[in-house]
Every structure is written in C-alpha cells, then in structure tokens.
C-alpha cells in the first residue's frame, strides 16, 4: 500500500504547479483525498480534500479561488493544480487517504495513508 505524491518543484510567484497522488496497492474508490502541507518550524495544515466521488471539496482560505482538487479514480490518481502561487505557499506538500463514504475532512486526524511529500518552492 503506497500513496506517491510528485510534481513538486521550484517555481516563481504567480507562477503554477500540478501535483499528482498515485496510488499503489489500493484502490482510491472508497477514501476520502487530502492535500497537506508543512512549511519549516510549522504545523501541517490541510490544504484541500475531496470526497471519494469528486462531489465534494474543501479549501482552506489562504488557497480559495488558487487551487483546484481533482481526482480521476480509473487512473487511481488526484491532483491538486495550483495557480497564483505566492512564496507563503512554499512547503512540503503531502497526500493521505481517508476511508470514510461522505465528505472529506481537512483535518490531518484519521488519515489512514499517507504519501512521502513533495517540494514546493515559490520564489519572489
């Protein structure tokens, strides 16, 4: 059971970024996705989540309107496409799955897997 987060990378203000989140030893269909992130001397906060069947998503205020979750289930994968990137979102940012039928929580509390983080650097 694996959950790989990649697409990190440096990128300047303004600029954009697509993380993806696969899946490997399980399938996605009955959890719940969440985007976390960390930045050094920082608590992990939740970024974004979506429920198992893409009907619902949650952002946290600083990202509404930058962000956008996603997921394909076929592919076993979700996304995080991230736009307007500012330098306070410079973090590592981190994928977990949460088995629950409804909804998603932002909270990094009873995530079942969780995937080993990916580099986001925004530049001024």
């Known amino acids: 059971v694996q959950l790989q987060a990649f697409g990190g990378g440096l990128v300047q203000s303004g600029g954009s970024l697509r993380l993806s989140c696969a899946a490997s030893?399980?399938?996605?269909?009955?959890?719940?996705m969440g985007w976390f992130r960390q930045a050094p001397g920082k608590e992990r906060e939740g970024v974004s989540c979506i429920s198992s069947n893409g009907g619902g998503t949650y952002y946290t205020d600083s990202v509404k309107g930058r962000f956008t979750v996603s997921r394909d289930n076929a592919k076993n994968t979700v996304y995080l496409q991230m736009n307007s990137l500012r330098p306070e979102d410079t973090a590592v940012y981190y994928c977990?799955?949460?088995?629950?039928?409804?909804?998603?929580?932002?909270?990094?509390?009873?995530?079942?897997?969780w995937g080993q983080g990916t580099q986001v650097t925004v530049s001024s």
């Open positions: 030893g399980f399938t996605l269909d009955d959890y719940a």
């Open positions: 977990a799955a949460d088995r629950r039928r409804y909804g998603c929580s932002p909270s990094k509390v009873g995530y079942d897997y």
